[in-house]
């Protein structure tokens, strides 16, 4: 073989060498970024249809997604089969990351109830009695925020006039009678409404709900400032300040003490008591003659 040959032969040998090297290079790289995306991509399980506040997780209400894992959340669950039992204390709709701050703990005992679980540290659940007009007509549900308005005789008010204030604002609604949540988006009448309130408050609701009627106002769900302090309304200020008009009694006149037979106050007396007269002079001819007529 000629020297050229060799040359040719090597060079050929060289390539191939650097292909397959390249190949394997290639192939190894793309490896690594299939492996390094599956490892950042981990499955989350999610509410697979809308749970409700105190229900029991199951498979059939449950799913898994795809989360990349610098977005996991703490306290989520990548197996349905770690939830299958467990109570949730926060509504899940469609779609809604199923966390551990979600779920009763696990040493939570079921006696215990859902509602301990739904108080905010430092807060305190209060429930008061409404009717269908004071709860809205049945439209309140766990989440909304109220406003308190008490209806009460004024204090010291010589005429027993009532006054109508707010004395609570804003005030979240844990629970509505012995339900959760409304059952397919229609009203219920709820006798009752579970409130959270911090300790002053709920001493004030206590208090008021004993003194006079509540009547609960519906807020909007992004409404939640704090209105202005209000000066309540009465039925005076209703009626753009029409008054009560006062009773008018009757002057009262002292009578005179009746005179007696020799007093001589009885004769003029008795004349003033008599029917006045008229007399009428009547004239024919030269006589004259008066005659007297009575009223």
């Known amino acids: 073989m000629t020297r050229s040959r060799v040359v040719v032969v090597m060079i050929i040998v060289a390539l191939a060498c650097a292909g397959l090297a390249s190949w394997g290079a290639y192939s190894y790289l793309k490896q690594q970024e299939l492996n390094t995306k599956v490892s950042a991509v981990q499955p989350l399980v999610v509410a697979a249809v809308e749970v409700p506040v105190g229900a ?80 809205v007509a049945g439209f309140l549900a766990p989440g909304n925020r109220v406003d308190l308005v008490l209806t009460t005789p004024l204090p010291n008010a010589a005429n027993a ?33 579970t409130l959270d309130l911090s300790p002053d408050d709920a001493e004030k609701l206590v208090h008021a709900s004993h003194k006079g009627s509540l009547q609960l106002l519906l807020r909007n769900v ?43 106050r009885a004769a003029s007396l008795k004349a003033a008591a008599a029917p006045p007269k008229h007399a009428v002079e009547i004239i024919r001819g030269k006589e004259r003659s008066i005659r007297v007529f009575n009223d």
Do not use: C, W
């Not at 204030?165 to 009203?187: D, S």
């Not at 002057?251 to 009746?258: C, I, K």
């Open 56 to 135: 029991k997780l199951d498979i059939t209400n449950l799913k898994t997604v795809a989360m990349p894992q610098d977005s996991y959340p703490q306290g989520g669950f990548r197996d349905p089969k770690e939830l299958v039992g467990r109570m949730v204390i926060r509504y899940l709709s469609v779609g809604d990351q199923v966390t551990e701050s979600k779920l009763i703990p696990k040493e939570g005992s079921q006696p215990s109830g859902v509602m301990t679980y739904l108080i905010p540290k430092g807060h305190r659940a209060v429930t008061v009695g409404v009717n269908e007009v004071a709860g």
């Open 222 to 264: 992004l409404d939640t400032a704090r209105l202005d302090e209000t000066k309540g309304t009465t039925i005076t200020k209703v009626l753009g300040g029409v008054e009560r008009p006062a009773a008018v009694s009757a002057p009262v006149t002292a009578r005179p003490s009746t005179p007696g037979a020799g007093d001589p």
């Open 161 to 193: 006039e009532t006054i109508s204030k707010i004395v609570l604002q804003n005030v979240p609604i844990l629970a509505t009678g012995q339900i959760t949540e409304q059952k397919e988006g229609k009203p219920a009448v709820v006798p009752t409404v």
